[in-house]
C-alpha cells in the first residue's frame, strides 16, 4: 500500500484531488488560510500560488538557478507567527520566499506518511549569493530562537532551532534520472543538468564546496552517533515520516530486539500527536497489556539527540499479509475445491486467534486502533499471534476516535472505542478472502458485495460472511449499543444488485462506464477534466496526458465505440495551444501523446505544432523508454509521419530509434523491465520502424531488446513467468511480464524464435491468476484481460472462456458512481477515470475482448488470432 495517495482522499469522497484545492480564502475551518496568504503582495513584490506553496518575489529580483536556499520548519501551533517574523524580516531586505499558505497543507506535509524528504518544509528563503546566504540565516536564526519544528531530513540544521540549509535548484529545471523518471535538476560543474537529489538525507552535492559558515553546523551534524548506546542496529524494518523501526541487539546480553524511533513534531496524527506523543501512548498501552501472549513487552526507552526510542521484545513469525499471499488459492487460474477448503479452514483459524487476542487486549480496557494485515505478527507454525504497533491505542473510557489507520481498515468516522477495532475484525473477515476492503472509503456497500463474491469462490458460512457485513454497515447511532452486537443488514431484493453494470455485459457495460466517466467531467477545471490518478498532478500537464488525463479518456472513448467528446476535445485543443512549461515530451506523460491523440482524433494543424515543439526540445538525455521516453516519442513521430507525409517526423523517428538502441547494447540494459518502462517499450519501437523500412537489423535490435526484459524474468507458481523485481514479482502489463508478452507477439509475427516462443506460453500463465490486486488497466486485471484477449500464443488459458473469465473478474474490483460502472484507481481509495489506472483502461481493455471493434493500445494493432 502507498499511502502517499491517502493525502489526496481529503478534497473530494470519490475522486483522487490535490491537496491545496481545500484552501480556501474564506472560512475558519480547517482549510483556512493564514492571514498572510489572504493579504496583496506589498508594493513592488509579486505573488504567486503554485499547488502547496505560495511565492512572494520582488518584482525587480533575478535569482540564480541553484545555490543554498534556507528551509524554515514550524509545529501547526507557531507556523503563524514564524511566518509573520520571517515575512516582516524578508520584505524590508528584498528576499525572495515561499510558504504553505494554510494549517491544513503544513499538517498534511508533517503527516506520519508524507514524503520524508519534503516534510517539515514550511518556508523557503531564497538568497541570493552565499553571502546573503548566512546574513539571512543569522537574522533569521536570532528572530527564531527557541521555536520548535521538525527536523527536515534533507536539510542541514542551523543550531538548534527551526533553521535548515540545502544546496538546489531555486528555478524549475528538470532531467531525467537514471529511471527515466523526470526529476528537478541542477547543473553540476561541467554545466550539465543532473537529479537534484531529494531524499531523506542530507547530501551536498560533489562539485559543491560547503561555504566555511556551515562548518560548525556540519560538525554538530556528525556528533550525534550511535556508539553510546547499548544496542546494535542490524536491519531498517520500516520507515514513515515519524521515524524507523529497526532490529537489532542487546548488546550486553546478546538479546534480539526491536526499536522504535520518534521524531519530535514530525509524524503527526490526525489529532495533531506527533511521533513522540504517539510512542509514549504506545509504551503506555504496552506495560498495561504486559504479560499478555499476545503483545509484545517493553524493555527499555531512551532519548538519542532529540529522538525518542521504544526497545521491544523482538516476535519471531512473519506479518500475517505474508502467510495471506503464500497460502491464497485464487493465485491460481483454478484452484480446486480441496484447496478452497483447506485455505477457508485456515482463515478462519487465523481469524478466531486473532479476534481472541482483540478481546485480551479489550480486556485490559485497551482499545487496538490499528488493526489490519500488517500489524498482525503469525508464528512460524501458525498456532498463534501477537498484534504489534499500538501507537494508536487509547484507554476505552478515552471513547476515542481513530486517529492513525490503514486505508484497508480505517473505522467510520462514528465509530468509538472497542467499535473501532469490531469494525477491523469485521473487515478482516473479508479481507482474508478478498483482499479489497480498501473500497469500503469510496462506499461501505461494496461490503455486500464483497460477501457475495466470498461465497461464490469459496465454502465459508453464510453467517461467518453476514456478521461482518452487518458490523461493517452498523450505524451506531441506531443501535442499542449494549452489547456491541452486530445486526443482520437489510439485504435487499435480490434483483437490485450492487453493481449497475456486470462488466463482461458488453455493450451494456460500455453504456454504463461511458456516463460514468462523462458524468465526472468538471470542464471549468484548468487542470483536468476527467479525474484520474495522482500523476495528474505530478507534473506539469499531467491532467491532459494520454496516461492520466483527458487525452488518453477520449482515445478510449473512440476505440470503444462510444463516441466523440467534443467539450473535453474544445478543452484539449484550448490548453494544447500554448502547453504549460516544463511539460514532459514522452507519449504517456506528455507532447508526444498529446500529439498522436490529436492527429487521431482530426486535429493534425495543432498535432504537427505539438509535434514540432517536441522535436526542437533537447533530447540527448532522454530515457530510452515508451512512456515517457524516446521509444514513445518515436512511435508518435513514426505514426504522424505516415498520416502526414512529412519525411522530418520520421528522420526524427529514426532519431529516437538510435537514442534508444543506447539502451541495449550487447551486455548491460535497462533499469527497469516491462513495456512502459523497460526495454520491451524499446523493442516496439524497433518492429513498428522495421515494419516501415524493412531494416531486418531492427529486428535484431529488438530481439536483443526483449532478451534484455525476459533476462530480468523468473518463474513462480505453476511455472509462470514474471518480472523479478528483488522484493516482489511483477505479471502485469505495465511493467511485468504480460507488457513484454504483448511485443513478444508482434516480434514472432515476423520471426520465429524457439525461445521467444517457450517464454510468452509462460506468460499467458502469469495472465491466468483468479484474482488481482486492483482492475487498472498497467497494474492490474484489465491489462490481463487485453493481453488474453489479443495473444497469437493460443493454447490453454487464452481461449474465449478463459477471457471471460477475466472479464467477470473486474466485477470484485467494480463500484457505482452515480449509478453508472466505474473503477477504481491506483491503491483503491478513489476512483479513477483515467487509461493507466482507472475506467477509461478498463473500458479499452473490455472493447478489446469484446470482438465488435479493433481495440488496442497505440502501437499495439489486433493481431490474427490462431
Not at 514522452?586 to 501523446?593: H, K, Q, R
Not at 513498428?688 to 531486418?696: A, N, S, V
Request: charged residues 25%; negative net charge.
Amino acid at each position: 500500500m502507498n499511502k502517499g495517495y491517502a493525502v489526496f482522499c481529503d478534497v473530494d469522497r470519490h475522486f483522487y484531488d490535490a491537496p491545496h484545492r481545500l484552501s480556501s480564502d474564506g472560512g475558519t475551518g480547517r482549510e483556512a488560510l493564514y492571514e498572510a496568504a489572504r493579504r496583496p503582495a506589498p508594493a513592488g513584490w509579486q505573488r504567486h500560488r503554485a499547488g502547496d506553496w505560495l511565492a512572494w518575489r520582488p518584482r525587480d529580483s533575478t535569482l540564480p538557478a541553484q545555490g543554498w536556499k534556507i528551509h524554515v520548519s514550524a509545529c501547526l501551533d507557531n507556523a503563524e507567527s514564524i511566518l509573520s517574523r520571517v515575512i516582516e524580516y524578508c520584505v524590508p531586505r528584498g528576499v525572495a520566499f515561499k510558504f504553505v499558505p494554510s494549517r491544513y497543507l503544513l499538517h498534511t506535509r508533517n503527516a506520519k506518511y508524507a514524503d520524508r524528504s519534503a516534510s517539515g518544509k514550511f518556508i523557503t528563503v531564497y538568497p541570493t549569493d552565499d553571502e546573503e546566504c548566512r546574513t539571512v540565516a543569522e537574522g533569521l536564526d536570532a528572530l527564531l530562537t527557541g521555536e520548535a519544528g521538525p527536523y527536515i531530513l534533507s536539510d542541514l540544521r542551523w543550531g538548534q532551532g527551526p533553521l535548515h540549509l540545502r544546496y538546489g535548484s531555486f528555478t524549475q529545471r528538470d532531467c531525467y534520472d537514471a529511471d527515466g523518471e523526470l526529476r528537478p535538476a541542477v547543473e553540476n560543474a561541467d554545466g550539465k543538468l543532473v537529479p537534484d537529489f531529494r531524499g531523506p538525507v542530507f547530501r551536498i552535492p560533489d562539485w559543491v564546496e560547503p561555504p566555511g559558515f556551515l562548518r560548525a553546523h556540519l560538525d554538530a551534524r556528525d556528533a550525534t552517533t550511535v556508539v553510546d548506546i547499548p544496542y546494535t542496529i542490524e536491519q531498517a524494518l520500516h520507515f514513515s515520516n515519524g521515524g524507523g523501526v529497526y532490529v537489532g541487539r542487546d548488546s550486553r546480553t546478546g538479546e534480539k530486539v526491536v526499536l522504535k524511533e520518534a521524531r519530535p513534531h514530525a509524524g503527526l496524527a490526525a489529532d495533531g500527536a506527533d511521533a513522540v506523543t504517539r510512542l509514549k501512548r504506545e509504551q503506555e498501552a504496552l506495560e498495561r497489556l504486559s504479560g499478555l501472549p499476545c503483545t509484545p513487552e517493553v524493555l527499555d526507552s531512551f532519548v538519542l539527540g532529540d529522538h525518542h526510542f521504544l526497545v521491544l521484545e523482538y516476535i519471531e513469525g512473519k506479518p500475517l499479509n505474508t502467510f495471506f499471499a503464500r497460502r491464497h488459492p485464487l493465485i491460481d487460474a483454478d484452484p480446486d475445491a480441496g484447496r478452497l477448503a483447506e485455505y477457508t479452514a485456515w482463515a478462519l483459524r487465523i481469524h478466531q486467534l486473532v479476534e481472541k487476542a482483540v478481546e485480551a487486549v479489550h480486556s485490559r480496557k485497551v482499545v487496538f486502533n490499528d488493526l489490519h494485515l500488517f500489524n498482525i505478527m503469525v508464528s512460524e507454525d501458525e498456532s498463534s499471534v501477537v498484534l504489534l504497533d499500538f501507537e494508536a491505542a487509547a484507554h476505552v473510557d478515552d471513547n476515542a476516535r481513530q486517529t492513525v489507520a490503514s486505508p484497508a481498515f480505517v473505522a467510520p468516522s462514528d465509530r468509538r472505542g472497542f467499535d473501532v477495532d469490531r469494525y477491523a475484525l469485521a473487515c478482516l473477515r473479508l479481507a482474508l478472502f478478498i483482499p479489497l476492503t480498501s473500497l469500503f472509503a469510496i462506499d461501505r456497500g461494496k461490503a455486500t458485495h464483497l460477501a457475495e463474491v466470498v461465497a461464490r469462490q469459496f465454502p465459508v458460512e453464510r453467517a461467518f460472511l453476514d456478521e461482518a457485513v452487518a458490523e461493517i454497515l452498523r450505524d451506531p447511532a441506531g443501535d442499542s449499543g449494549t452489547t456491541g452486537r452486530p445486526r443482520t443488514p437489510d439485504r435487499g431484493p435480490a434483483t437490485d444488485p450492487f453493481l449497475p453494470a456486470e462488466p463482461a455485459d458488453w455493450p451494456r457495460s460500455r453504456e454504463s462506464m461511458v456516463n460514468a466517466i462523462l458524468t465526472s467531467a468538471s470542464p471549468e477545471r484548468e487542470d483536468r477534466f476527467f479525474p484520474g490518478d495522482i500523476a495528474q498532478f505530478a507534473t506539469a500537464g499531467g491532467g491532459l496526458s494520454f496516461g492520466y488525463g483527458t487525452a488518453g479518456v477520449l482515445y478510449a472513448l473512440a476505440e470503444s465505440g462510444a463516441g466523440r467528446c467534443v467539450p473535453a476535445e474544445e478543452w484539449l485543443l484550448l490548453r494544447t495551444k500554448q502547453p504549460a512549461s516544463g511539460t514532459p515530451l514522452g507519449f504517456y506523460d506528455g507532447l508526444a501523446g498529446l500529439a498522436w491523440t490529436l492527429n487521431r482524433l482530426g486535429h493534425p494543424e495543432r498535432a504537427l505544432e505539438l509535434a514540432e515543439l517536441t522535436m526542437a526540445q533537447p533530447w540527448d538525455d532522454l530515457p530510452p523508454d515508451l512512456h515517457s521516453g524516446a521509444a514513445g516519442i518515436g512511435l508518435a513521430l513514426s505514426a504522424l509521419a505516415d498520416a502526414s507525409g512529412e519525411s522530418a517526423l520520421h528522420e526524427a523517428a529514426l532519431r529516437c530509434a538510435g537514442l534508444a538502441a543506447r539502451s541495449v547494447p550487447a551486455e548491460g540494459g535497462m533499469s527497469r523491465a516491462g513495456l512502459l518502462h523497460g526495454a520491451s517499450g524499446v523493442a516496439l519501437l524497433f518492429i513498428r520502424l522495421y515494419e516501415r523500412t524493412h531494416d531486418t537489423a531492427l529486428l535484431d535490435l529488438a530481439a536483443r531488446a526483449l532478451r534484455h526484459d525476459l533476462a530480468r524474468c523468473t518463474h513462480g507458481v505453476g511455472g509462470t513467468l514474471q518480472v523479478n523485481e528483488g522484493w516482489r514479482t511483477m505479471p502485469y502489463l505495465g511493467a511485468g511480464s504480460v507488457g513484454i508478452g504483448m511485443v513478444l507477439d508482434d516480434y514472432l509475427a515476423h520471426r520465429a524464435d524457439d525461445a521467444f516462443e517457450q517464454a510468452r506460453g509462460e506468460i499467458v500463465q502469469a495472465a491466468q491468476a483468479t484474482f488481482y490486486a486492483q482492475p487498472g488497466l498497467f497494474r492490474g486485471a484489465a491489462g490481463m484481460v487485453l493481453y488474453l484477449s489479443r495473444t497469437t500464443a493460443g493454447g490453454p488459458g487464452t481461449e474465449v472462456a478463459d477471457v471471460r473469465r477475466q472479464m467477470d473478474a473486474l466485477a470484485w474490483h467494480a463500484m457505482a458512481y452515480r449509478g453508472q460502472l466505474a473503477f477504481p484507481g491506483e491503491q483503491m481509495m478513489r476512483l479513477s477515470m483515467d487509461l493507466a489506472t482507472g475506467t477509461a483502461g478498463c473500458l479499452l481493455a473490455l472493447a478489446a475482448a469484446s470482438h465488435d471493434r479493433p481495440a488496442q493500445l497505440p502501437f499495439l494493432p489486433p493481431l490474427r488470432r490462431p
